[in-house]
C-alpha cells in the first residue's frame, strides 16, 4: 500500500469522526441511536453490493481472467495502474458523497 493510499484512509476514518461529532451535540440518544443505525444500513447494503462486485471489478482493474488472488503475477506498471484507478475512484466516489449529501441539506 502506498503512502497516499493510507492518506486517503486517514482521511475518511477523520472525515467520518468529525460528522459523526458534529452531530452528537444536535441530537438527543433516541435520535442518535436512530441515525447510527439508519447510517450502519447505509454501510451494509454498501458493503454487501461491493463484496457481490469485487472479484469482476478486480480482474477489471488487473486484467486477469481467472478467479485466482494468489500469486505475484503483477507487474510494477500494473500496480501503478491500479493505484491510480483506486485514487481516482476514490476522489469520484467521494465527490458522489458530498453532491448526495448537499442535495439532502438543500432539500431540508
Same mark, same amino acid.
Given at each position: 500500500?502506498?503512502k497516499?493510499?493510507?492518506?486517503?484512509?486517514?482521511? =475518511?476514518?477523520? @472525515?467520518? =469522526?468529525? &460528522?459523526?461529532l458534529?452531530?452528537?451535540?444536535?441530537l438527543?440518544s433516541s435520535?442518535?441511536?436512530? @441515525?447510527? #443505525?439508519?447510517?450502519?444500513?447505509?454501510?451494509q447494503?454498501l458493503?454487501t453490493n +461491493?463484496s457481490? #462486485? =469485487?472479484? *469482476?471489478?478486480?480482474?477489471?482493474?488487473? +486484467?486477469r481472467?481467472?478467479?485466482? =488472488?494468489?500469486?505475484?503475477?503483477? *507487474?510494477?506498471?500494473?500496480?501503478n495502474?491500479?493505484d491510480?484507478?483506486?485514487?481516482?475512484y476514490?476522489?469520484n466516489?467521494?465527490?458522489?458523497?458530498?453532491n448526495? &449529501?448537499?442535495k439532502q441539506? #438543500? #432539500? @431540508?
Amino acid at each position: 500500500m502506498d503512502k497516499s493510499s493510507k492518506e486517503l484512509q486517514k482521511v =475518511f476514518t477523520t @472525515l467520518a =469522526f468529525l &460528522i459523526g461529532l458534529a452531530l452528537i451535540d444536535e441530537l438527543d440518544s433516541s435520535e442518535q441511536n436512530a @441515525l447510527g #443505525n439508519w447510517f450502519m444500513l447505509i454501510g451494509q447494503t454498501l458493503c454487501t453490493n +461491493g463484496s457481490l #462486485n =469485487f472479484k *469482476n471489478d478486480f480482474r477489471i482493474l488487473t +486484467g486477469r481472467s481467472g478467479g485466482s =488472488f494468489s500469486g505475484s503475477s503483477q *507487474n510494477k506498471s500494473n500496480t501503478n495502474k491500479v493505484d491510480e484507478d483506486a485514487q481516482k475512484y476514490a476522489k469520484n466516489l467521494m465527490t458522489k458523497v458530498r453532491n448526495a &449529501i448537499d442535495k439532502q441539506i #438543500n #432539500n @431540508l
